[in-house]
């Protein structure tokens, strides 16, 4: 299969808000589905060494990924990170998710911060049922945040964050009637943060956000077509042991959930179909609990779990690893990964690997990838991926 056969194939299953092998056997496990299913990819290599866990992890350049309301308890006064993803890189070479994140602290407990992503699916070349060439194209999806962060004590903080998101994967193509065109839709963030860490820099800290709070996404005028974006609930915890001044271990637990209605089981059924499509945005956050139609035992299958641990020694090299784990019925993402950090002065760099998972239709995309990320502490005053 030609390398845009394979860009076109994972457009159309992102364009769908499905995961690989979904769509084969969708009668039987049900996955909750979305569009802008990007939002979802661990976006800097740090959370991305640690089993994507950042809900309560110590505050860095890419809070405003994770969780607002911490990006205020950063120590210096400003930061950048930025961070790149192959995607598919075992199959073409064009494919890649991109992040840049920065916070400046205007006062010592407050904080505004930008991040961008943005997800490109390469040169795609389009053909018809008889393989005539029909032009090509260049799909990709971004998003854009603005987030403001506060300290509402030296140990409780609160935030909010507003994202732009757009999606063009196949804008100006015609199908079945309908003409294609760029999907967008506006979002919010609302996070909490609870650094209950000892002066010494030892404990718990905790995390609770709500992410994605927006519209549906439509790629054509049919208003009865519209898709749900990944909505998602985030609760996170880290506990912290300083040994001494040089040796230093974080352990840490992430839950989430989306957010969104569970698809009807029977989706050749086109009254389910129609009532699923309909249900309002506000009315799905909280009628997303308990709407699985195999009830409270299907319910908790629609909760993620990641953990992770964080070594650092003398606050400039560190050793990280994790676990993602997915029900086999939702979507069965299950990985173990690992990274490194290393920081000298106003500079840092943060790699992380995943370890080969799945296998055919269902291998992770992100199996045997190296992502990286690079860091700047704009005063140099703290390390920006430390705890106290």
Not at 46 to 68: L, Q
Not at 94 to 104: E, F, K, N, P, T
Not at 356 to 367: D, K, Q, W, Y
Request: proline share 4%.
């Amino acid at each position: 299969m030609r390398p845009t056969a394979l860009k076109l194939i994972a457009a159309f299953l992102l364009f769908c808000g499905l995961s690989s092998g979904v769509q084969a056997q969708v009668d039987e496990i049900n996955v909750v589905t979305t569009a802008v299913p990007f939002l979802r990819i661990s976006p800097d290599a740090r959370s991305g060494g640690m089993g994507d866990i950042g809900v309560a992890t110590s505050p860095d350049a890419s809070s405003g990924f994770w969780n607002i309301g911490k990006v205020a308890f950063n120590e210096s006064k400003g930061g950048i990170a930025a961070t790149y993803t192959p995607w598919l890189k075992d199959l073409v070479n064009d494919v890649y998710l991109a992040s840049l994140a920065g916070y400046y602290k205007f006062a010592d407990n407050q904080a505004i911060n930008m991040s961008l992503r943005y997800f490109s699916l390469g040169n795609i070349e389009f053909t018809d049922g008889s393989g005539t060439l029909q032009g090509s194209g260049k799909p990709r999806e971004f998003s854009i945040d603005l987030g403001y962060s506060r300290k509402l004590t030296d140990k409780v903080g609160l935030g909010v964050a507003l994202r732009y998101i757009n999606s063009d994967l196949a804008s100006g193509a015609v199908s079945g009637g309908n003409t294609y065109k760029v999907g967008s839709s506006v979002a919010g963030d609302i996070g909490f943060y609870y650094d209950n860490k000892s002066e010494a820099g030892n404990g718990w800290a905790f995390g609770a956000t709500i992410t994605n709070l927006g519209a549906k996404v439509s790629y054509t005028d049919n208003a009865d077509a519209k898709d749900f974006i990944p909505s998602n609930l985030g609760l996170g915890t880290t506990w912290t042991k300083n040994f001494n001044e040089q040796n230093k271990i974080t352990f840490g637990l992430d839950v989430n959930k989306l957010l969104v209605p569970t698809p009807p089981t029977n989706l050749s059924d086109p009254n389910a179909i129609a009532d699923y499509r309909n249900k309002g945005v506000v009315g799905s956050w909280f009628s997303s609990f308990g709407d699985a139609p195999g009830g409270f035992s299907e319910e908790l299958k629609e909760f993620q779990v990641s953990a992770g641990f964080e070594y650092w020694y003398n606050n400039q090299f560190a050793l990280r690893a994790g676990y993602f784990y997915e029900d086999k019925t939702k979507g069965n993402r299950r990985y173990f990964t690992a990274g490194l950090g290393i920081k000298y002065n106003i500079f840092g760099l943060n790699f992380s690997y995943l370890l080969p998972s799945g296998n055919g239709v269902s291998r992770n995309p992100l199996s045997n990838t190296l992502r990286f990320s690079i860091l700047f502490d704009l005063d140099g005053g703290a390390a920006a991926t430390t705890d106290k």
